[in-house]
C-alpha cells in the first residue's frame, strides 16, 4: 500500500516558476514509476510527467516538455515536478499516481494505482 500526498501548489503570474511535491509512505515506494498527471474544469485528467523507479527514465507530455522536470528522491519518497514558464492552461489541479512499473513510464491513468488527493495549480495572465 501507498499513500500520496501532494503539496506545493499555488497562484502563480504567468512567466512564472512553482515547484510541486509528493510525499509517499509505504516501504515499496522505490519499485514503483510515478507520475504527475492534472486535470482542469471541464476537462479529462491528462498526464504531465513520469519518472521511473531509478530516476533514470522520464517522460513528458509535448505540451510541457522544455519547461517542466520531474524528478524523485527515493531516500526521502518524493517525487517533485518543477514547473518554469508556466502558462494560463496550465491551470489545473495536479496530482501524482504510482504504477507498479519499473522500467517504462505508462501515459495513461488505468496504470496508476495510486493516487494522492491532489493540489491547485493556478496560473494568472
Known amino acids: 500500500q501507498v499513500q500520496l500526498v501532494e503539496s506545493g501548489g499555488g497562484l502563480v503570474q504567468a512567466g512564472g516558476s512553482l515547484s510541486v511535491s509528493c510525499a509517499a509512505s509505504g516501504r515499496t515506494f522505490s519499485s514503483k514509476t510515478m507520475g504527475w498527471f492534472r486535470q482542469a474544469p471541464g476537462k479529462e485528467r491528462e498526464f504531465v510527467a513520469g519518472?521511473?523507479?531509478?530516476?533514470?527514465?522520464?517522460s513528458y507530455a509535448d505540451s510541457v516538455k522544455g519547461r517542466f522536470t520531474i524528478s524523485r528522491d527515493n531516500a526521502k519518497n518524493t517525487v517533485y515536478l518543477q514547473m518554469n514558464s508556466l502558462k494560463p492552461e496550465d491551470t489545473a489541479v495536479y496530482y501524482c499516481a504510482a504504477a507498479p512499473v519499473l522500467a517504462a513510464v505508462p501515459r495513461t491513468t488505468d496504470n496508476y494505482i495510486y493516487w494522492g488527493q491532489g493540489t491547485q495549480v493556478t496560473v494568472s495572465s
Open positions: 519518472i521511473t523507479w531509478s530516476g533514470h527514465t522520464t
